[in-house]
C-alpha cells in the first residue's frame, strides 16, 4: 500500500517581491516559501513552486497545498479578535501548587493571580491560559471540583477586565464552568479524549479548541512510545483527530493544533517536530508551539533548572515563529513580545526592501 503523502514548506524566502510565481505565501502569514520537502514513507524530494503543477495532481497533494496556502480566518471572541496573520503570544497562568515551572507562584489567591494576568496582557500577550491542574510528568490527577474553585475566580477576574482568556483543562465539567466564568477558548492537552463529555461541550458551546498530540491522552501522555516517523506521525494523528471533532460538531475554523512538544516525545523526537513544524500548516489550522521552559532546554543545556531556561525558551519560539507558528504559549511574556516583534521589524522590512 502507498504510503501517505505528505507537504513540508521549505526554502524560506526573505522577501516575494521580485519572485511572483516562484514562492507561495504560507498561510495567509508574513512567511513565503520556494519549495516543497514531499514524504512519501521514507521517500523524500524536493519540489520547487515553479514545477508544482504535476504534483497537484494529486489530489491529496492539491489538498494540502491549498490547507497551506490558505489564510487562516482570525477569531472574533466578544469584543476581542484573534489574528493569525502575524504570532501572538498565549501567557501561562498556572494556578496550581505542583506545576513543572512555576507551581504555587500564583495558587491560593485569585486577586493575585488575575493581576498577575493582566500584567502579562499589558505586556503582550494575546490570550491568557489559565490552568489549574498540572500536567507535569507523574502529577496526581485533580478532581473537578478542585480545580474548578482553583480556576473560575480567576478567570471571573479576567474576563472583567477585559482579557481574552483559555482554559487550560482536559476535563469537561471545568470547561463548562470555565466558559460560564468568561474563558473563551478551550486548551486541551488531551485533545477531547480524557474525558468522553468534552467534545460535546465544545461543540455546544461554539468555542474555538486547541488540540494537543498526545500518545496515550487518557494516561496523560508521557509514557514513551514508538514513532515510525515523528514528524508525519503526529501529522496524521492530529489530522484524524481534527476529523473526528468536525464530525463531533465543532467548525474546523475554530480548531488550533499543538504538535504536543514534550508530551511522550523523546529529545530527539522533540527537535525533529521543531525542525518540520513547518509540516503542520497541512492541517490547515492555527499551530500553537508549547515549547517554554520545557525539559528539552534543559537536556539541551548542562541540565538547566527550569526556571532558568529563558534563553533556550526565546530560542525555540523563534524558531515556531520562522516556521509560520501563530500562536506562543509561554512563561515569559515580556522577553518572548520583545523577541517577537524584533522578528517583526526585521521580517517587515525585508517586505519593503528594493
Not at 496573520?85 to 515551572?101: E, G, K, R
Not at 480567576?154 to 466564568?181: F, N, Q, W, Y
Request: with cysteine.
Amino acid at each position: 500500500m502507498r504510503d501517505p503523502l505528505h507537504l513540508r514548506p521549505v526554502q524560506f524566502v526573505d522577501t516575494p517581491v521580485g519572485r511572483d510565481g516562484e514562492v507561495a505565501r504560507l498561510a495567509g502569514g508574513m512567511l513565503w516559501f520556494a519549495a516543497y520537502a514531499v514524504i512519501e514513507g521514507s521517500r523524500r524530494r524536493t519540489v520547487p513552486i515553479t514545477a508544482l503543477a504535476d504534483l497537484l495532481q494529486d489530489d491529496r497533494a492539491a489538498r494540502l497545498h491549498a490547507r497551506i496556502t490558505a489564510p487562516r480566518v482570525a477569531l472574533t471572541l466578544g469584543e476581542r479578535t484573534l489574528r493569525f496573520d502575524q504570532p501572538s503570544v498565549a501567557a501561562i497562568l498556572n494556578v496550581t501548587p505542583d506545576s513543572f515551572s512555576d507551581g504555587g507562584t500564583h495558587g491560593g489567591d485569585p486577586a493575585e493571580a488575575a493581576s498577575a494576568g493582566v500584567a502579562m496582557a499589558a505586556a503582550g500577550a494575546a490570550i491568557i491560559d489559565v490552568g489549574g491542574e498540572s500536567t507535569r510528568p507523574g502529577a496526581p490527577v485533580v478532581w473537578e471540583g478542585d480545580e474548578i474553585t482553583r480556576v473560575v475566580p480567576v478567570i471571573e477576574r479576567l474576563a472583567r477586565s477585559g482579557t481574552l482568556v483559555s482554559i487550560d483543562t482536559r476535563k469537561a465539567a471545568v470547561m463548562e464552568a470555565a466558559l460560564a466564568a468568561g474563558a473563551a477558548i478551550v486548551n486541551d492537552v488531551a485533545a477531547l479524549l480524557w474525558d468522553d463529555r468534552a467534545l460535546e461541550v465544545v461543540a455546544r458551546a461554539g468555542c474555538p479548541v486547541v488540540l494537543m498530540h498526545s500518545p496515550d491522552p487518557r494516561s496523560g501522555g508521557h509514557g514513551a512510545h514508538g514513532y515510525r516517523d515523528v514528524l508525519t506521525d503526529v501529522f496524521d494523528w492530529l489530522e484524524a483527530r481534527i476529523d473526528a471533532v468536525v464530525a463531533g460538531g465543532v467548525d474546523r475554523a475554530r480548531i488550533i493544533v499543538d504538535p504536543g512538544i514534550g508530551f511522550g516525545k523523546t529529545l530527539a523526537e522533540n527537535l525533529a517536530l521543531l525542525n518540520g513544524l513547518a509540516i503542520f500548516h497541512g492541517l490547515g489550522c492555527p499551530i500553537l508551539l508549547g515549547a517554554s521552559r520545557k525539559r528539552m532546554i534543559g537536556a539541551l543545556s548542562n541540565e538547566a533548572a527550569a526556571d532558568a531556561r529563558l534563553g533556550g525558551s526565546i530560542a525555540l519560539a523563534l524558531k515556531g515563529v520562522e516556521a509560520g507558528a501563530q500562536l506562543l504559549r509561554v512563561h515569559d511574556v515580556a522577553e518572548t513580545v520583545q523577541a517577537v516583534r524584533v522578528w517583526r521589524g526585521l521580517r517587515d522590512q525585508a517586505l519593503v526592501a528594493r
